[in-house]
């Protein structure tokens, strides 16, 4: 078993190792940040999902 979870951890380290080399490359293109609209709509979304719980608890 662990033999297994060392496989994954090597793994995970070449990726990441790879990802970081990536990013730091000074041609990296960043994601742009999040607008207004994109908080709007996440907490709308999280609101509306959460009342959809609760009122289907009274269903």
């Known amino acids: 078993m ?12 070449q990726e990441a190792e790879i990802r970081l080399k990536e990013m730091e490359d000074v041609n990296y293109e960043f994601p742009t940040p999040f607008s207004k609209t ?7 979304t999280i609101v ?4 959809l719980l609760v009122g289907g608890y009274w269903m």
């Open 2 to 13: 662990s033999e297994n979870n060392s496989r994954y951890s090597k793994e995970y380290l």
């Open 38 to 44: 994109d908080w709007i709509l996440a907490i709308a």
């Open 48 to 51: 509306v999902s959460g009342a």
